[in-house]
């Protein structure tokens, strides 16, 4: 944080990063390339099933292409983020691509393990560059929340303006000692919602006659949720950083006695300016008596 | 030879039992061993420590959560951390079914992890277990059947082993799977500050309380393990033996595990000692040196032990490059300098080190 962004009698408490590990979700796609990609590359060239992959050169491109699209839906699915389909779809049709261009089909076997551990680099080395992209600031004052690697992003936050804190710990943060620590803002800021969303189809009767009836049903949860870059994303070391917010969040609430104090002092304003008011009138009635003698 | 029907009746089916106490205790030696070598490392290695913590925990909980099943007490609460696992009942049952989900949690977490990863080991390995059959049923032949059959598991366990293949996807899988089961395969775990004594007397003491709590579960126990034996001494089968050797299988490939995981921790523990640099080059050794080897033993020494001579060039290359930088690293031979050499005199007969 440069020293012309510190506000008056501002001081930075801490300056934190993600933990190496807090974007797994990321990287996990990665490890999955790899080992389905050296996979493949196993069946096809050792294993006892590469008779199996012999007869057409297709096969192998098949089978890859296809449990990668499955994992690609089933993990879309689950986190209800449709990139990962299209990102997995985008890996595939470049691979492919990339065989039928160079004509290496018939080599399959040790192009897709190859395309897939040089693909997997190239992500974890994007995710490392996310995950440095961020910064988070914590001040006296302050949460100044950093992130982005192409279009910068920030977000500060006043410690009177949380309402919740929302933290969470998954295992891997667990064991490594990170967590995420959401602060929720008066406005909701920090706030997600969980959709979730059956249909189904029937069809009743014979050929000439059908009835297709659609069920549908709809829960909308809302659930503490923000862009990495918004929230204190895998800091580590967790329980420390969150007492210390947690701590600074209390020293900026007003206490019982102190709202107490500004209700009474507005009270004794509001009687003053009654009372002035009074004067006010009371002054202006003698001048009206004052006159009319006169 | 005739057999005295009181060794049949009486001592006979106690053979295979004693055989699987025996190999139980020598499991338990290894765990206790195994937690003081973790509690050491603790300090420095608090994220590999929990890892294991929880691998612990994982066991435990689904034990007792697979106790809860077989009791058809139902599961309302399921709970894993790091340092904690919790498994609540939907119905609170009594009796002979509340002492057999708590012998699942108490007992469980030695065989069934190993139970699960033996029959991943009959799966992929290619040789045939032998079992012993049974002629007279005495107990002297109760012993060295029960022998018999677990020499020919952990025959089979150690071809496999010497002879894994580490670019074959599912031999690396039952590596991954023995190594973890080695790591967490324990009833208590080590936790960052010692709040009380938590060691192999604790573990046997809450499965001495377990057995005493009903001892007449126990006497039917043993009741039916009696029966079990005259049935299959009636049939003229080897299933009782069979069942117990089960056991032993399941604490042989408990104790290999621990083995494994301990030299693990050994090499973690040794490291520690080495830079940053030296420590990376240690473990890097193990990866190169393998695949050096296979590359070598592939093109230029094609023969028929690739994988076994790739395993044995690996371990020793590595214990070697340990050895090495412990030498220079920590003078821990003393072979550098002489002891005398660093002291000098600070008056008569005394001498004081540099």
Not at chain 1, 198 to 203: C, D, F, I, L, R
Not at chain 1, 209 to 235: C, D, M, N, S
Not at chain 2, 9 to 23: D, K, R, S
Not at chain 2, 255 to 264: D, G, L, T
Request: aromatic letters at 14%; charged letters at 15%.
């Amino acid at each position: 944080m440069d020293q012309n962004e510190i506000l008056e009698n501002e001081q930075v408490e801490k300056i934190l990063s993600p933990h190496p590990l807090s974007f797994m979700k990321l990287q996990s796609l990665c490890l999955f390339l790899i080992i389905w990609g050296v996979l493949v590359g196993w069946l096809v060239n050792f294993s006892e099933f590469k008779d199996l992959f012999f007869g057409n050169p297709w096969f192998p491109v098949l089978a890859w292409g296809l449990v990668l699209l499955l994992v690609g839906v089933i993990a879309s699915l689950l986190t209800i983020q449709w990139s990962i389909f299209f990102l997995f779809l985008g890996i595939f049709a470049g691979g492919l691509s990339l065989m039928l261009w160079q004509n290496w089909l018939g080599d399959s076997g040790i192009f897709i393990p190859f395309f897939s551990v040089a693909v997997s680099i190239v992500g974890f080395l994007i995710v490392e560059l996310f995950r440095r992209s961020h910064k988070y600031i914590i001040t006296n004052f302050r949460v100044v929340f950093r992130g982005g690697v192409v279009t910068k992003r920030e977000r500060t936050l006043r410690y009177d303006k949380i309402t919740d804190i929302d933290a969470k710990q998954g295992v891997l943060g667990q064991i490594f000692g990170f967590g995420t620590i959401i602060p929720i803002s008066q406005s909701g800021f920090g706030l997600g919602s969980d959709k979730s969303f059956a249909a189904g189809g029937v069809q009743l009767g014979s050929k000439k006659i059908g009835l297709l009836g659609l069920f549908g049903g709809g829960k909308e949860v809302q659930t503490p949720r923000a862009r990495t870059y918004y929230e204190l994303h895998g800091v580590h070391p967790y329980r420390d950083i969150k007492k210390l917010v947690e701590n600074l969040v209390q020293g900026h609430v007003i206490t019982p006695y102190q709202q107490e104090q500004v209700a009474f002092q507005k009270e004794q304003v509001d009687i003053q300016k009654q009372m002035r008011d009074l004067l006010k009138k009371q002054m202006g009635s003698k001048e009206d008596e004052d006159n009319t003698e006169s | 030879m005739s057999v005295s029907p009181i060794d049949v009746l009486i001592f006979a089916p106690l053979a295979p039992l004693f055989g699987v106490l025996l190999f139980w205790f020598i499991q338990l030696l290894f765990i206790e061993s195994q937690k003081y070598q973790l509690s050491k490392i603790w300090e420095k290695h608090k994220p590999f420590c929990r890892f294991t913590n929880l691998l612990g925990i994982i066991y435990q909980t689904f034990c007792h959560a697979l106790g809860y099943t077989v009791t058809k007490s139902g599961i309302s609460n399921f709970f894993i951390s790091v340092d904690y696992g919790k498994v609540d009942p939907k119905k609170e049952k009594k009796g002979i079914f509340e002492w057999t989900s708590n012998a699942f949690l108490f007992v469980g977490p030695f065989f069934i992890p190993p139970l699960l990863l033996t029959i991943f080991f009959v799966i992929i390995s290619e040789n045939r277990l032998e079992i012993a059959q049974s002629i007279e049923y005495s107990f002297a032949e109760g012993m060295i059947n029960f022998g018999s059959n677990l020499f020919s598991f952990s025959e089979n366990l150690f071809i496999l082993l010497s002879n894994i293949d580490l670019l074959h996807p599912p031999h690396i899988v039952f590596l991954l799977f023995l190594i973890f089961l080695g790591m967490g395969i324990r009833p208590s775990y080590i936790v960052q500050e010692k709040q009380k004594k938590v060691n192999m007397l604790y573990d046997l003491y809450n499965i001495k309380v377990h057995i005493f709590k009903k001892p007449i579960y126990i006497i039917v126990l043993i009741l039916f393990v009696y029966i079990f034996s005259y049935i299959s001494v009636l049939l003229n089968t080897n299933w009782y033996v069979l069942l117990f050797s089960i056991f032993g299988w399941l604490s042989i490939i408990a104790i290999v595990s621990i083995i494994i995981a301990h030299s693990i921790i050994l090499l973690i523990k040794i490291t520690d000692k080495f830079s940053r640099f030296q420590k990376i080059l240690t473990f890097l050794t193990l990866p190169i040196s393998y695949g050096l080897m296979r590359v070598v033993l592939l093109f230029i020494l094609p023969n028929e032990y690739i994988a076994s001579a790739s395993i044995l060039v690996m371990l020793i290359s590595t214990v070697l490059v340990v050895f090495l930088l412990l030498k220079i690293r920590t003078n821990k031979f003393k072979t550098t300098s002489k002891m005398k050499g660093l002291r000098v005199e600070d008056g008569p007969k005394r001498n004081i080190r540099k």
